[in-house]
């Protein structure tokens, strides 16, 4: 059974800082591409960012360009969130692609594992 548990969400004012993990279990995910996404009330999900299984790539979207950090440690994946806007407000997901995704994918139907997800509610 492969499950992915996100924690570290929570309510931070704008400007501050937030750090999510994600980890993973029932395989070993340390070969494999993680994926972060959100939602936001009304909105479709959207890619985060990814990070390959050697660290090497990685990648953001614009939104969170030079505010967030992916980064992974074996089995746990952590999004370092800083300068948080209210826009930033949504349910954060970790993901896994299929087994032998070495790159991470930006679309999220490529992703076939999925957290429960953890709320992040910035207030001004």
């Known amino acids: 059974q492969v499950q992915l548990v996100e924690s570290g969400g929570g309510l931070v004012q704008a400007g501050g800082s937030l750090r999510l993990s994600c980890t993973a279990s029932?395989?070993?995910?340390?070969?494999?591409?993680m994926g972060w996404f959100r939602q936001a009330p009304g909105k479709e999900r959207e890619f985060v960012a990814g990070i390959s299984w050697s660290t090497i790539t990685i990648y953001y979207a614009d939104s969170g360009k030079g505010r967030f950090t992916i980064s992974r440690d074996k089995n746990t994946v952590y999004l370092q969130m800083n300068s948080l806007k209210s826009e930033d407000t949504a349910v954060y997901y970790c993901?896994?692609?299929?087994?032998?995704?070495?790159?991470?994918?930006?679309?999220?139907?490529?992703?076939?594992?999925w957290g429960q997800g953890t709320q992040v509610t910035v207030f001004s």
């Open positions: 993901a896994a692609p299929p087994s032998g995704t070495l790159m991470p994918p930006k679309s999220d139907y490529q992703y076939h594992y």
């Open positions: 029932g395989r070993t995910f340390s070969r494999y591409a």
